[in-house]
């Protein structure tokens, strides 16, 4: 199936840091992507990452992957009440070369 | 930074009417692609364009859907006659090559469909 599924919700204090979970489906995709939408907002690319990849870090965002359980994770670090927006995990379909197919998004609430 | 750019924001427009929503691309960029996300659900995929034609389609680009590159600048969505259900956001955006070599797809802030 074509399913990135993600947690719907997510709260954190500020200054804590956010874990923000996806499993994707395809085995063979080559780029992870995590983008952000704020309220009224577009579709801002936060990270990607090479399936050859683990790890990637990037300022206060780390992103792991585990390609055994097809499990990709964000950590925002020191989240703060800007980060609080939707998230949205995606992943390339093998089967079609230029289709990114995103999950449903996690809501990130950070409460001050 | 360079970015997408779509117009108008907003649109509403009468069930059975053509709209067009508009977008610009990144200027180097060579791939052209059009998502919508319809209130609380997923960003879907709905086509794909290079060279001047389309690459990909999803099933919900049906024949009511149309795309073109009018000149060099501009990449437009058509749809012929709108029902409610087209009533989304629509979003337009852009790579400099191929998503499966790494060029992440850059959009723009996307146009709200409604449809009455």
């Known amino acids: 199936g074509e399913d990135v599924e993600q947690s719907l919700f997510l709260s954190v204090r500020e200054g804590d840091s956010s874990v923000i979970n996806c499993t994707y489906t395809?085995?063979?995709?080559?780029?992870l992507y995590w983008y952000k939408q704020e309220p009224g907002a577009g579709l801002q690319l936060l990270t990607y990452i090479f399936s050859n990849m683990d790890m990637k870090q990037d300022q206060r965002l780390t992103v792991l992957l585990n390609k055994k359980d097809k499990h990709l994770s964000l950590r925002i670090a020191d989240t703060q009440t800007g980060d609080s927006a939707i998230y949205f995990c995606a992943e390339i379909l093998r089967e079609y070369g230029n289709k990114l197919v995103f999950g449903a998004g996690t809501i990130l609430r950070v409460k001050s | 930074e360079p970015e997408v750019t779509q117009t108008p924001s907003h649109q509403v427009t009468q069930m059975g009417q053509e709209v067009i929503l508009r977008c610009v691309p990144i200027?180097?960029?060579?791939?052209f692609y059009w998502y919508r996300q319809i209130l609380g659900q997923k960003v879907e995929f709905l086509v794909s364009f290079y060279n001047n034609e389309i690459s990909e389609k999803s099933e919900i680009f049906d024949d009511q859907f149309s795309v073109e590159r009018p000149d060099g600048s501009n990449f437009t969505l058509k749809i012929r006659s709108t029902k409610l259900e087209d009533s989304a956001m629509y979003f337009c955006?852009?790579?400099?090559?191929?998503?499966?070599?790494?060029?992440?797809?850059?959009f723009g802030n996307g146009t709200r469909l409604t449809v009455t």
């Open positions: 200027s180097n960029h060579l791939y």
């Open positions: 395809d085995s063979s995709s080559t780029y």
């Open positions: 955006a852009s790579s400099e090559g191929q998503l499966t070599n790494g060029s992440p797809l850059h």
